[in-house]
């Protein structure tokens, strides 16, 4: 989860490096440090613990010299807290060495134990520090950066991205990965190493994709990329498809609050150039697989947190639509569990970062038992794409902010579009069906920028509940996942105790939360869809007010059945029942944005949280 950059060039490598973490530090936010080569050919490091202002700070009152080589990191904390000892670089070979690492070493107590025992000392708690120290000690054997590293990585364990510098070696930086990210960026005499292509999209928008178990080594004007054994191999470049200020606030107080802005564009974006004159869905990335599709007979999603919300979500359409049998399963659970799969199942994965620790080690378990995978995600140059048969991309642009707002719309709208494909590639629907869907989608974004304009009653109502301890949310059917997202979005910006309930099971057990003044939002169905499925929501509203809750009402514009209920209504607009969860989840997202505003919170870097969870 940790954000690492490495840089060589003729640019000063401390403006690139925290410039580069700035954009990172959405990763991890509990330290910062980097490691840079001066001109003198000395190793100069300066960390701290705190978010990267504080380093910044730090460096701005006793600037260092001059350099055009070095390595950063912004520290997401696994082992060790977060203090100045723990945050990265770490060093090795007597000083002369500095690395940083994204990731976990499992096998690093057995390795660390070996080196007390040759007598080296370690001065943090870090799995980090042990690769530092390994390192250092191989380079004495073999003085040369790239080898030394070659014989490390042949003996760790677990996931990993590891990026050092040697003052034996000004003018190069030497990368590793395993089940972890990293990207090349390729510039005009000089060259990057990150986490994202974000680092580094200032200065460039050419990349190249590192594939798993492969080491790079960079140079102003050359890059080499081998697997681990020193073998060369293909890179896969890709062209970045936005530009630096795409990772900006634009003028917005916070990137959530620019992210929700921009969710009308990041579905309309995600539908761009899927959807033909015939309102017929046709995605190019899965031309020449409709075999593939036709073939399968279950489909069964994984993904974690919110992208699970919209799995959830979607599964309702790809039932209905593709007449096929889906199961959501959350991805560290699905892999220990030995599930019945088939080279007939279709693993749709969902992540938008593509380097979800757990998503991807069960891409690769469903894999390695013969099934067909298919990944949505939002990040080029990924693992998960790399390692699935297919994918489908949401374009919503860079999310920065940790909570997912954008990027779960468009994780909805892929799949949806998705699930149109199906039904066309299997002949499970008409054309006439096909297009009345593709219709509704394509009327999305507008009605999403309605309810961003008319957002002023969710955000009296955030600040008039900031003291609020503990909300509940209800929803049936497509809404039922919003309401599990509602409360998620609360729990991770607000920190107060939120839940979300199938509306259905309270009468077996949650009812007995309800006491006076228990706010409760309720996620509505329009009543043009389903008059019963309405009639029963109206029902489970008068069950619980009548025990003294706070009805907050999410219901479509001319619902006038809740209106006798509910303390508060919050409207949409008309859609057809399967698209209101893209338009309910909007008013959910501002209520908890704001209300941790109200609280004094920081709603893009919430505590213990980082954006992309690149360890199990």
Request: overall charge negative; some cysteine; charged content about 20%.
């Amino acid at each position: 989860m940790c954000g690492i950059v490495g840089y060589v060039g003729l640019n000063d490598s401390i403006d690139v490096l925290l410039g580069g973490l700035s954009r990172l530090e959405y990763r991890g936010y509990d330290s910062a440090g980097v490691a840079v080569i001066d001109e003198t050919g000395t190793i100069r490091t300066r960390k701290r613990a705190g978010k990267l202002a504080v380093l910044a700070g730090d460096l701005k009152s006793g600037a260092m010299e001059t350099s055009h080589t070095g390595i950063g990191h912004t520290r997401w904390a696994t082992h060790g807290a977060p203090t100045d000892g723990n945050a990265h670089p770490h060093l090795g070979d007597d000083g002369k060495l500095a690395l940083i690492h994204n990731g976990i070493i499992e096998n690093f107590s057995p390795l660390k134990q070996e080196l007390l025992d040759e007598g080296f000392a370690f001065e943090s708690e870090t799995d980090s520090e042990v690769a530092a120290v390994l390192l250092g000690r191989e380079y004495r054997k073999t003085n040369n950066l790239r080898e030394a590293f070659q014989n490390v990585v042949a003996r760790l364990d677990g996931a990993f991205t590891l990026l050092a510098v040697h003052e034996n070696e000004p003018g190069l930086v030497v990368g590793a990965r395993r089940n972890s990210p990293l990207v090349i960026g390729l510039g005009d005499g000089e060259n990057f190493l990150a986490s994202d292509v974000a680092a580094f999209v200032e200065y460039t928008q050419n990349a190249l994709a590192i594939g798993q178990d492969q080491i790079v080594s960079i140079t102003p004007d050359k890059v080499e990329v081998t697997d681990f054994f020193g073998a060369p191999v293909e890179v896969e470049p890709f062209e970045i498809q936005w530009d630096a200020s795409a990772a900006d606030k634009g003028g917005w107080p916070s990137f959530m609050a620019k992210e929700i802005s921009e969710e009308p564009d990041a579905v309309a974006n995600t539908l761009r150039g899927r959807i033909d004159a015939d309102g017929q869905v046709v995605i190019p990335e899965l031309n020449g697989l409709d075999e593939l599709f036709v073939d399968i007979n279950r489909v069964v999603v994984i993904a974690c947190g919110t992208a699970a919300y919209a799995g959830q979500t979607a599964k309702y359409a790809l039932e209905k639509w593709a007449g096929i049998p889906v199961d959501v399963e959350l991805s560290h659970e699905f892999r220990y569990r030995e599930p019945v799969i088939t080279p007939q199942t279709l693993v749709v994965s969902i992540s938008q970062s593509g380097e979800t620790m757990d998503t991807l080690m069960a891409v690769k378990y469903a894999s390695e038992k013969g099934a067909k995978t298919l990944s949505i995600c939002n990040t080029q140059g990924a693992t998960i794409p790399r390692e699935s048969d297919a994918v489908v991309y949401t374009h919503a642009g860079p999310e920065v902010a940790v909570a997912s707002t954008k990027a779960f719309v468009a994780q909805i709208t892929a799949l949806y579009l998705f699930a149109l494909h199906l039904a066309r590639v299997r002949g499970t629907q008409s054309a006439e069906v096909l297009a009345e869907q593709s219709a509704e989608l394509l009327a999305v974004p507008a009605k999403i920028a309605t309810i961003l304009e008319e957002s002023g009653v969710v955000e009296e109502l955030a600040r008039w509940m900031s003291d609020s301890r503990a909300v509940l949310f209800l929803g049936r059917h497509v809404g039922f996942p919003i309401a599990l997202e509602g409360a998620l979005k609360l729990k991770e910006l607000a920190y107060i105790h939120a839940e979300g309930f199938a509306a259905g099971e309270l009468k077996h057990g949650p009812i007995a939360l309800i006491e006076p003044g228990q706010p409760v939002f309720v996620v509505v169905p329009s009543p043009r869809g389903s008059a019963m499925l309405h009639s029963k929501v109206v029902s489970n509203i008068q069950e619980i007010r009548a025990r003294g809750a706070k009805i907050i009402a999410i219901a479509e514009e001319g619902d006038a059945a809740v209106l006798p209920f509910a303390d508060t209504v919050i409207r949409i607009p008309l859609a057809a029942p399967l698209f209101e969860p893209l338009l309910a989840v909007i008013p959910l997202q501002i209520f908890a944005m704001e209300l941790a505003i109200a609280k004094g919170l920081d709603v893009d870097q919430p505590r213990n949280l980082a954006k992309s969870v690149t360890v199990e």
